[in-house]
Nanobody
């Protein structure tokens, strides 16, 4: 599945950003959708995931600050990021899988190109 992220940028600590991920291809309702972050020198880590029933899961570092949601009508998945911290600075990727929803990168086969988030 082809994915395109947008919405990254630079923000001060405590600020908010909303990332979007869309696809011209199959509807997201058939997939588990997730967001991952990759900071310089670090491995790609799962941030949030949402399955076809709407069940969500989050990494402990972003729980209660980030919210993942999906608009099936627009075939778009969002990541609302609030109370941003400098340690949230990373390249954020959208990903899709038909496997059970996890925050493990190797379980995902469809990836976007990434969008940069910088928090200062």
């Amino acid at each position: 599945v082809q994915l395109v992220e947008s919405g990254g940028g630079s923000v001060q600590a405590g600020g908010s950003l909303r990332l979007s991920c869309t696809s011209p291809g199959p509807t997201f309702s058939s997939y588990c959708m997730a967001w991952f972050q990759e900071a310089p020198g670090k491995e790609r880590e799962g941030v949030a995931a949402i399955d076809a029933s709407g069940y969500t899961s989050y990494a402990g570092s972003v729980k209660d600050r980030f919210t993942i949601s999906v608009d099936n009508g627009k075939n778009t998945v969002y990541l609302q990021m609030d109370s941003l911290k400098p340690e949230d600075t990373a390249l954020y990727y959208c990903a899709a899988t038909v496997r059970p929803c996890t925050l493990i990168a190797r379980e995902y086969s469809g990836w976007g190109q990434g969008t940069q988030v910088t928090v200062s």
